[in-house]
Structures are given as structure tokens and as C-alpha cells.
Nanobody
Framework: QVQLAESGGGLVQAGDSLRLSCTAS??????????MGWFRQAPGKEREFVAA????????DHADAVKSRFTMSRDNAKNTVYLQMNSLKLEDTGTYYC?????????????????????WGQGTQVTVSS
């Protein structure tokens, strides 16, 4: 069982920055044995992939829409992943979710498919205004 808690969302203006955090409670399993992902969902739209990172933090993947503006990272000592979001745009508005998928700590692979992930947080709202 994994519990995920996102934080850091808010109302910002276009061009601003935000950093989202997602802290995991892993019931004793070490955090580096989870691939982590960030997804977002805008009103009336399907949930979409934003970024993912492998257990050791040596491999990341970012959606084309956010590449060069968003950076996903992790601190395994704190059981936390982050999403640094810069140069925010109106279209970045949505609820942001983190998700986890068990994997060997040595795994390099990350996943874009939301169905791959086992556990999800409740989400944090990001609203970008003009």
C-alpha cells in the first residue's frame, strides 16, 4: 500500500513558477523501488502524462508540451518527488496528480501510460491566469 500526498498547487499568473511536491508513505518499502509519475487533468479533458522518473532519479521523461519548462526530480531520503514548473501557461491549468509504480531500484525504465501506475494521490490544483 502506498499513500501519496501532493502539495504546492495554487493560483499564479502566466509566466510564473510553481514547485509541486508529492510525498509517499510506502509501508516500509524503500522509495527508490518506485517509478513515479506526474499527470494532469484539465476540466473536460482526459488525464495526460506530464513527467516520470525512475527509482534512482537517473532517468526522466517529460511530455513535449512541458519539455524545457518543467523538471521532475526526486529526493529518496525524503520520499518525495518534485515538479518544478517554470514559464507557466494558461494551458497548464488543471489538477496535477502524482502516481507510483513498483519497480526494481536498478530499473532505468519510466512509464507514460497512466494505466501502468498502481497508486495515485488526490491531486493538487494549478490555475494559471492571464
Amino acid at each position: 500500500q502506498v499513500q501519496l500526498a501532493e502539495s504546492g498547487g495554487g493560483l499564479v499568473q502566466a509566466g510564473d513558477s510553481l514547485r509541486l511536491s508529492c510525498t509517499a508513505s510506502t509501508s516500509g518499502r524503500t522509495f527508490n523501488t518506485y517509478v513515479m509519475g506526474w499527470f494532469r487533468q484539465a476540466p473536460g479533458k482526459e488525464r495526460e502524462f506530464v513527467a516520470a522518473i525512475n527509482g534512482r532519479g537517473t532517468n526522466t521523461d517529460h511530455a513535449d508540451a512541458v519539455k524545457s519548462r518543467f523538471t521532475m526530480s526526486r529526493d529518496n531520503a525524503k520520499n518525495t518527488v518534485y515538479l518544478q514548473m517554470n514559464s507557466l501557461k494558461l494551458e497548464d491549468t488543471g489538477t496535477y496528480y502524482c502516481a507510483s509504480k513498483r519497480a526494481p531500484a536498478s530499473a532505468f525504465v519510466v512509464y507514460r501510460n497512466s494505466r501502468t501506475y498502481d497508486y495515485w494521490g488526490q491531486g493538487t490544483q494549478v490555475t494559471v491566469s492571464s
